[in-house]
């Protein structure tokens, strides 16, 4: 199984900042199937990030990702107050497919 | 667009098997995985499993030996069931869509299921 650690826990951020994520597997996902996903109170997450970098639709530019093998990073430029919320990792390479602990990012 | 409606007791006894069904409006039930995740209150996510639209499943090992999932193509839902569920099962349940090659794109609103006598 792929342990998918993410870090930091906590992040505070001022809108207008940017901030990066980042998520680190025990293995080397060959095949770059790492998601990420944002999270709100009461809400189902929401896909933001598809195959390390690409952005899934209707994801506005200033979410950025990207790494390969076995560190990914998720950059967010220019927050809005929308964005600050919960953000989790999946890779969905190998079974059973595993979600990061999440990094939660809150308005400073 | 498509959607996804979880429904199933939001209350399970101890011991018992908790069954929840997956409802995909808006588009075609064909040609993906049909996914469950958990997520217990205030903490993260968990994948369960998937079935695809010929039956074939995948389950989460450290549940495996109390998970099955079934998919009813004429009827556009599928299901979960896990038995001897226990007070760590409660959490909400989500069903999503997914592919071979692609992430959970779909998500439905999730169902709060707890396991209390």
């Known amino acids: 199984e792929i342990v998918l650690t993410q870090s930091p826990g906590t992040l505070s951020f001022s809108p207008g900042e940017s901030a990066t994520l980042f998520c680190r597997a025990s293995q080397n996902i060959v095949t770059s199937y790492l998601a990420w996903y944002q999270q709100k109170p009461g809400q189902a997450p929401r896909l933001l990030i598809y195959s390390a970098s690409s952005r899934a639709i209707g994801i506005p530019a200033r979410f950025y990702g990207s790494g390969s093998g076995t560190d990914f990073t998720l950059t967010i430029s220019g927050l809005e107050p929308e964005d600050f919320a919960v953000y989790y990792c999946l890779q969905y390479d190998s079974s059973p497919h595993t979600f990061g602990q999440g990094t939660r990012l809150d308005i400073k | 667009q498509v959607q996804l409606q979880e429904s199933g007791p939001g209350l399970v006894k101890p011991s018992e098997t908790l069954s929840l069904t997956c409802t995909v409006s808006?588009?075609?039930?064909?040609?993906?995985?049909w996914t469950w995740i958990r997520q217990p209150a205030g903490k993260g996510l968990e994948w369960i499993g998937h079935i695809s639209t010929s039956g074939r499943t995948n389950f989460n090992p450290s549940l495996k030996s109390r998970v099955t999932m079934s998919i009813d193509t004429s009827k556009s839902r599928f299901s979960l069931r896990l038995t001897s569920v226990i007070a760590t099962d409660t959490a909400i349940y989500y069903c999503?869509?997914?592919?071979?090659?692609?992430?959970?794109?779909?998500w439905g609103q999730g169902t709060t299921v707890t396991v209390s006598s």
């Open positions: 999503a869509r997914g592919e071979a090659l692609y992430p959970l794109d779909v």
């Open positions: 808006g588009g075609s039930i064909n040609n993906y995985l």
